[in-house]
């Protein structure tokens, strides 16, 4: 049960809350943001729309026609029901790690959980079924069908032109009167727009029967672009508002909607499509020449959207009518895997679920995660090349957003480094991971991650530790950003997206990230692999243990326990033979020793010197430093 706030104020300088004739909930330590859905309220279409038609019952419905395992080429599965029913969108209500979370969410700000359930069960948020902010509370298919088919097909474009469908012009007028229009330069947050009539909206403009009974099909060109991902995969948190002259986000008043509903003067959490748009993707787009995305219906390897990547095209079938000439199979059918980099989720909610309501049988399972796997290692590519007695490392960034993107919490990739001698021992291991606790030696490598934070400010008001943090609606900081941007950036456009690096330096256009390692003695082998993991042990420990309210936390865990504590998956792995290093500085003749040869070479070279071998130290001339370098290892 999320207790009712009443109204208050919370005053970021005196970090106080103020209250105006009400009660705060007291947790355990911890004061419970007073907020109410007032401070998470988003335009867009609102729940239960004049004209409102039910959403289909479910995505079974649809299951009806457009899952079938035989289409022709057997191959590769084309079914628009099988692919999505593996992806984590179908499953994004039933999701333990996020339902572990919007309790948390709940404990920490009151009436947050409304905003979590927009975007996870939307279609029970549409049917007003969330105001509880309680995932408990979403009792119909709909709801726990996460993002489903009747939903995204019932996406309405913001931007009316003349190829949509030509009741949009009205459905978009409804919006502006009410005052719920979302603006799309200020995308994310939940603020879509959905058709109140419950029709299906689709890319194919010659569909030659309509087989869906009352509801009409509607040739909607928006669903090829990046903008129908667009109100999902935005986040801001609209309690918090950038203060530009303190440099700060600040505690918006309680009980009142964001001040000015930009999404970029909120707290950023997840800026996944400005990421995008503010890429060469969203322009040019970037050619694959090795066809690494996109599947076999985009001969020319150029990726620009979203769906470009993460739908890839190919031959085949989206019903099971396939065989028959009218409706037949396609060249360019859009499968709807939507993958990732959520390698165990959908394996969980295998094991929580019947398979009768997520369509997750092990070979959907097994499909959806080879999926994921591929799809991480199409994501960078890793070069490495020995620079004397150092191991230079360069990852590049492919995907069309940051590298690793979404979710802040949890995800990250790092470096294992192994160091063989010539017998095969291992000399050195850097950034070593134990695979029995996952717990990662993160001192000796490098880990590109984001890290969200509280500040003092909320620490006071709230009761909790000021610093590194997981609760995602009180987090008010960006501690760390080193995630690797993509091809296109710069500084000026991520700074106003407010998706810029914290505490790294990516110059415009670079969409790479480069590290270096010492060699040691005795080293003839390198193994260098880049991991990539979806969630940390130390994020599953907090949703377990952070919970005061109810046994999902747990369940989480002991789901993430039971699929192998989110194993870290592979994205590049390269062997290195190694060169003998160049020995000790001095040793100018490379004959093992520093001697009296050395000294010769080194004083002919007195002077202004560049390049010369002679130059220990590198400054372009030869001098006493060097001199004296020399002598430290004589003999
Ligand atoms: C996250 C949103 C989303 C969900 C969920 C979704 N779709 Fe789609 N679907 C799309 C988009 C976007 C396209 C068009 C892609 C393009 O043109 O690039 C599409 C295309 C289609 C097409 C026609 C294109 C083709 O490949 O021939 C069919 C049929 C379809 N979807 C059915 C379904 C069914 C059935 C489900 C549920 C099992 C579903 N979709 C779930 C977004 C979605
Ligand atoms: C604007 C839409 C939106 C809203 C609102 C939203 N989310 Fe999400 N959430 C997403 C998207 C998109 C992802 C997937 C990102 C990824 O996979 O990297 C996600 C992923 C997550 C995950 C990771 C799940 C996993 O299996 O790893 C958690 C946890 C989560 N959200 C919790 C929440 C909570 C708690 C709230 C409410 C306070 C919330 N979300 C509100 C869109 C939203
Ligand atoms: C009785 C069979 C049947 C059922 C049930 C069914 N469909 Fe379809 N659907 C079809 C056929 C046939 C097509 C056309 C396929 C083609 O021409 O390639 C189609 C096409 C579509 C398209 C493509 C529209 C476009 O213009 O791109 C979408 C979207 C779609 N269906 C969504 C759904 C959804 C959502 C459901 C469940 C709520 C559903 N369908 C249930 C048979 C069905
Ligand atoms: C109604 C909101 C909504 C829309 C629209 C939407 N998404 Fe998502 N998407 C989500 C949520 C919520 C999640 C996270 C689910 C979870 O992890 O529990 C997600 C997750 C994802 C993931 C991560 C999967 C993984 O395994 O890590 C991808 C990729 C993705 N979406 C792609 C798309 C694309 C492409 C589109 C547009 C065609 C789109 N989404 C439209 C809400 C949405
Ligand atoms: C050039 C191909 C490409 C394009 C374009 C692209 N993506 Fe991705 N995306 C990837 C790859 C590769 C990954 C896996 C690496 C990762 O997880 O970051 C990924 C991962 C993701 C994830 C999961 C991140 C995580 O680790 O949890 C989400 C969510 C996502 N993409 C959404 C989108 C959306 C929304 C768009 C469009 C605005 C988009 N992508 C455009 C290639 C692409």
Known sequence: MVPKATKARFATLGSLFVLVG?????????????????????????????????????????????????????????????????????QSARDPVWQAAVTIANQDAAGAGEYCIRCHAPMGWGSGRSTSGNVDDLWDPDDTDGVACGFCHRMVDPVFSAENPAQDEDILQSLVDAGTYPDPASPGNGRFIFDPIDDRRGPLDDISVNMHGAAQIWHSPHHSESSTCAPCHDLGNPVFTWNESTEKYEFNAVDEAHPDQNTYHMFPEQRTYSEWANSEYATTGVAFPDGRFGGDGHPDGVMKSCQDCHMPKTHGANCSFWYLPDIGARDDIDVHGFAGGNTWVIGAVHDLWDPIYTGLTDDVVNMSMQRTVDMLAAASDMDVVQDNDQLDIRVTNWSGHKLPTGMPEGRRMWLNVQFLDSAG??????????????????????????????????????????????????????????????????????????????????????HWSDAAFVIPDGATQAVVTLYFQTTTREMMEFLRDANVTDDKGQIAWDAYVARGMSPPVIMDSTTLDLEPTKGIPGDINEDGEVAVDDLLILLSQWGSCIGCSGDLDGNDSVGVDDLLLLLSNFG
């Open 425 to 510: 021992i291992t000399v050195e291991e850097l950034g070593s991971y134990n695979w029995q606790n996952a717990s990662l030696d993160e001192s000796s490598t490098q880990v590109w991650e984001a890290k969200l934070g509280v500040s003092q400010t909320i620490a006071d008001a709230t009761g909790i530790a000021e610093g590194e943090s997981f609760h995602l609606v009180l987090c008010d900081e960006i501690i760390k950003d080193n995630r690797i941007p993509p091809v296109g950036f710069t500084n000026a456009a991520f700074d106003a997206i407010h998706a810029n690096s914290v505490g790294e330096i990516y110059v415009d256009g670079q």
């Open 22 to 90: 009400g009660l705060t909930v007291a947790l355990a330590e911890q004061t419970q943001l007073p907020t109410t859905a007032e401070d998470f309220f988003q335009p867009g279409t609102q729940p239960l729309p004049d004209g409102f038609q039910a959403f289909e019952a479910s995505s079974l419905t649809c299951a009806g026609c457009h899952k079938f395992d035989d289409d022709d080429n057997p191959d590769v599965i084309t079914s628009p029901y099988i692919t999505w029913a593996g992806s984590m969108m179908a």
